[in-house]
């Protein structure tokens, strides 16, 4: 298959992007610090992995910003972490909503929908500030994932606050928790095959692109 590029020189990020990773970092991470509060304030499993879910994005970030000078292999590489963590993540809130349903403890739902509405604002401004770059490669898709599927959870959130208001019982929360649970499995597995896609491809090139390097030495 003929490769697309013609050197193995690093893009360099698109206009704004850097600029758009800080913001949705700083946002991300006092989201985390108010759901985390709230989440044991509330007894609230959907409100603690929203607020996992923050913390894991911050980190996600910040090694989006560490890479973006990088060449798509490094960037790809960074995805596939993201990506990884991503679908951990989606497995730890389904273990956790498991246990507690067990447990027979119900959230309180004012709380939970009060801390929602906040974090889907929060949310949807990072979502808007970041759209333009969903298609760019597994990195940025990986960015624009993360904060898509936190504005999903959020709604989910305050649907399932209302869900345990109305029925004064825990199983609305443990239903979201399980299903942002789904959204994480699926997107990290998304951009763990984009960024496997991105690397073979960085690799074809580099390969294709030594050879007549080293030609043209020999000349």
Avoid at 5 to 17: D, I, K, M, T, Y
Avoid at 92 to 104: D, F, Y
Wanted: glycine share 8%; proline share 4%.
């Amino acid at each position: 298959m003929a490769c697309t590029c013609s050197a193995p020189e690093p893009q360099g990020p698109a206009p704004g992007f850097r600029r758009a990773l800080w913001i949705a970092l700083w946002v991300n991470l006092a989201m985390f610090f108010v759901e985390g509060i709230a989440s044991f304030q509330s007894n609230s499993v959907s409100l603690l992995a929203d607020a996992i879910d923050f913390f894991g994005d911050s980190a996600n970030y910040i090694l989006s910003l560490s890479v973006l000078s990088m060449g798509m292999l490094w960037r790809s590489r960074a995805a596939m972490v993201k990506g990884l963590t991503m679908a951990t993540f989606g497995l730890v809130v389904w273990a956790r909503a498991l246990w507690l349903a067990n447990s027979g403890i119900t959230p309180e739902p004012l709380t939970m929908g009060a801390v929602g509405l906040l974090a889907l604002v929060a949310n949807v401004s990072v979502a808007i500030l970041l759209f333009q770059f969903r298609e760019g490669d597994s990195d940025m898709r990986s960015v624009w994932l993360c904060s898509r599927n936190d504005a999903i959870g959020n709604i989910a959130v305050m649907l399932a606050a209302v869900g345990v208001f109305g029925s004064g019982s825990a199983w609305p929360d443990l239903v979201v928790a399980a299903i942002m649970g789904t959204l994480a499995v699926t997107a990290g597995v998304s951009v763990v095959r984009h960024a496997r896609a991105d690397a073979a491809e960085a690799k074809a090139c580099a390969t294709e692109v030594a050879p007549s390097g080293s030609s043209a030495q020999s000349n």
